[in-house]
């Protein structure tokens, strides 16, 4: 039996913590070639995540600790949709195709996330291409945008 326990999330959220990117994984699955991709991340407050899609999978995201801001986009990058999991919602799924960002809230967040694997990485023509990329100027902007981000807004721009 696969379990995470209260202890075991404020361990991965110290290491989260500590991390350059302000993340750690745990994986469920036992390989990544693994047809179902199901792991905890323990996401704090200024990790970035750039709006991207996954064309081949629904994404199912549960928040076990934390809340975790949710925006949809468009292919211009307006806002479709805007959920705050662990608050206004306790579980999301998402189509194929969605593109999406999430933004953790509070210090010690952990969501679970479901999707089909096995795992690929993000291809460059699935991040948008109107956000910077991880480690680009910006990238603290556009976080600062998704948190007051409302449904119909768009244009970001740096």
């Not at 999978?57 to 949809?72: A, C, I, K, Q």
């Not at 952990?110 to 690929?120: A, D, L, N, P, S």
């Amino acid at each position: 039996m696969k379990q995470i326990t209260f202890s075991d999330m404020q361990q991965q959220s110290a290491t989260a913590a500590s991390a350059p990117r302000l993340r750690a994984h745990r994986n469920f699955h036992p390989e990544l070639s693994d047809p179902v991709q199901r792991l905890a991340i323990a996401m704090e407050p200024g990790t970035y995540i750039r709006p991207h899609r996954h064309p081949h999978t629904f994404e199912l995201l549960l928040p076990l600790s934390g809340r975790f801001l949710v925006l949809n986009f468009d292919e211009q990058g307006t806002v479709t949709h805007r959920v705050v999991l662990g608050e206004d919602c306790m579980a999301l799924e998402m189509e194929p195709g969605t593109w999406h960002a999430v933004l953790s809230l509070d210090n010690g967040g952990v969501i679970f996330e479901v999707k089909h694997g096995g795992y690929q990485p993000v291809a460059e023509q699935d991040s948008a291409a109107w956000a910077p990329a991880e480690g680009e100027k910006g990238t603290a902007e556009l976080m600062a945008w998704y948190a007051q981000a409302q449904v119909g807004d768009g244009g970001f721009t740096l």
